[in-house]
């Protein structure tokens, strides 16, 4: 990638069967790059992920689900 692309990430995240979403903390960082690894729920499937460098200079695996992207408007 050549370019910075701000995000704004959902960590912690934990189901909502009330509202039957994703609820958790959204965090900002910088996108840096992809990749692919395994589900977290044991099933075998591989999911795309975003490496994102968090606010607090660490770096994270999300999933590209929970990232979405800063606009600057």
């Known amino acids: 990638m050549t370019h910075n692309i701000g995000v704004s990430c ?5 189901w909502n069967n009330t509202t ?5 903390d959204k965090v900002d960082g910088i996108l840096v ?3 692919t690894q395994s589900d977290d729920d044991n099933s ?5 992920v975003g ?3 968090m606010d ?12 979405t992207q800063k606009l600057h408007l």
């Not at 075998?44 to 795309?48: A, D, E, L, N």
């Not at 607090?56 to 990232?67: E, G, K, L, R």
Request: no cysteine.
């Open 10 to 14: 959902l960590v912690n995240r934990i």
């Open 20 to 24: 039957l979403t994703w609820d958790g």
């Open 33 to 35: 790059g992809f990749s």
């Open 44 to 48: 075998g499937t591989v999911i795309p």
């Open 51 to 53: 490496i994102v460098i």
């Open 56 to 67: 607090d200079s660490t770096f994270q695996s999300i999933p590209m689900a929970f990232i």
